[in-house]
């Protein structure tokens, strides 16, 4: 009988002392084996890194401590080095991965009908910070599937029009991320490029389970994506859609990328960042010729 493929969860940590030790050890509650963890801390101020070396002691995991604040995207792609696992589960310390989460995730990669999958993502349950229930990503019927299930196979043209499904709930194939070269160290944020970039050449597949609690707080930054006079992300979001304006190849896909950079664009505006609303409004112009000719 073949053993199972190994998994790496990357446990990405800045300040998350007050969850750290119940997102930890969701990764050790898994149904699954193998399973491979490394601990990035970003050089929390908080007391994350004690809290860290202390459950590190009585735990077989692997402990990176920054020096310096380095960002996501530099700290997952050090600790990715280190990454043994057929596939990678990027994990912030705040959210909680279900039991089941890796077991349901490789064995969709197993019985998948696509022959190019990159990427499994699941549904997600979003919890405030004491843990209780805000809502679904996807709604739920009694059976607890999703009402409307996503689109999968290849859904790049999809993703550059909106996005509609969550970093969290990833299953990654390790060669995908080395493939790309990791995460972009020159953004802020690294899910929408990775989506982009993946979604261009690799197929992805959906498991119609819960498998992750996402805690939503008021300093996260998912949650500052429209508050751009907190945390600077138009710069990157704009970078990210330029990237993306060169991979496309149809007219089609310019139709997409141009519903995404009109949103940004009023954005930039909303929040009057009117260097980044005239990047945008530049390359909406450029999409609109792409259309035209």
């Given at each position: 009988?073949?053993?199972?493929?190994?998994?790496?969860?990357?446990c990405l940590?800045?300040?998350?002392?007050?969850?750290?030790?119940?997102?930890?050890?969701?990764?050790?509650?898994q149904?699954?084996?193998?399973?491979?963890?490394?601990?990035?801390d970003?050089?929390?101020?908080d007391?994350?890194?004690?809290?860290?070396?202390?459950?590190?002691?009585?735990?077989?995991?692997?402990?990176?401590?920054?020096?310096?604040?380095?960002?996501?995207t530099?700290?997952?792609n050090n600790?990715?080095?280190?990454?043994?696992?057929?596939?990678?589960?990027?994990?912030?310390?705040?959210?909680?991965?279900?039991?089941?989460?890796?077991?349901?995730?490789?064995?969709?990669?197993?019985?998948?009908?696509?022959k190019?999958?990159?990427?499994?993502?699941?549904?997600?349950?979003?919890?405030?910070?004491?843990?209780?229930?805000?809502?679904?990503?996807?709604?739920?019927?009694?059976?607890?599937?999703?009402?409307?299930?996503?689109?999968?196979?290849?859904?790049?043209?999809?993703l550059?029009?909106?996005?509609?499904?969550?970093?969290?709930?990833?299953?990654?194939?390790?060669?995908?991320?080395?493939?790309?070269?990791?995460?972009?160290?020159?953004?802020?944020y690294?899910d929408?490029?990775?989506?982009f970039?993946?979604?261009?050449?690799?197929?992805?597949?959906?498991?119609?389970?819960?498998?992750?609690?996402?805690?939503?707080?008021?300093?996260?930054?998912?949650?500052?994506?429209?508050?751009?006079d907190?945390?600077?992300?138009?710069?990157?979001?704009?970078?990210?859609?330029k990237?993306a304006?060169y991979?496309?190849?149809?007219?089609?896909?310019?139709?997409?990328?141009?519903?995404?950079?009109?949103?940004?664009?009023?954005l930039?505006?909303?929040?009057?960042?009117?260097?980044?609303?005239?990047?945008?409004?530049?390359?909406?112009?450029?999409?609109?010729?792409?259309?035209?000719?």
């Amino acid at each position: 009988m073949p053993r199972n493929p190994l998994v790496t969860i990357i446990c990405l940590c800045y300040n998350h002392a007050e969850f750290l030790i119940e997102s930890l050890n969701s990764t050790k509650n898994q149904t699954y084996s193998p399973i491979q963890v490394i601990i990035c801390d970003d050089f929390s101020q908080d007391n994350s890194v004690d809290l860290i070396k202390d459950w590190v002691k009585n735990h077989d995991a692997q402990f990176i401590e920054n020096k310096t604040n380095l960002g996501n995207t530099k700290t997952f792609n050090n600790a990715l080095r280190y990454a043994k696992g057929e596939y990678i589960v990027d994990l912030a310390t705040d959210d909680i991965l279900l039991p089941n989460s890796v077991e349901s995730q490789v064995s969709k990669f197993q019985t998948s009908k696509y022959k190019n999958l990159g990427v499994v993502f699941s549904n997600i349950e979003r919890v405030d910070a004491k843990g209780d229930h805000i809502s679904f990503f996807y709604d739920l019927n009694e059976d607890g599937t999703a009402k409307e299930k996503p689109e999968t196979g290849d859904i790049y043209c999809r993703l550059l029009h909106s996005f509609y499904l969550s970093a969290t709930s990833m299953l990654i194939k390790t060669d995908v991320l080395k493939a790309l070269g990791g995460y972009d160290e020159n953004l802020a944020y690294e899910d929408v490029d990775f989506w982009f970039r993946s979604s261009r050449i690799y197929e992805y597949d959906y498991v119609d389970k819960v498998l992750v609690k996402k805690r939503i707080l008021s300093n996260s930054l998912s949650s500052n994506f429209k508050r751009r006079d907190r945390i600077n992300l138009g710069k990157s979001t704009y970078l990210i859609c330029k990237k993306a304006f060169y991979l496309n190849t149809s007219k089609e896909e310019h139709k997409s990328l141009q519903n995404r950079v009109i949103y940004e664009l009023r954005l930039a505006l909303k929040n009057r960042d009117a260097e980044t609303a005239f990047r945008f409004f530049y390359l909406m112009s450029r999409l609109q010729l792409n259309i035209l000719f």
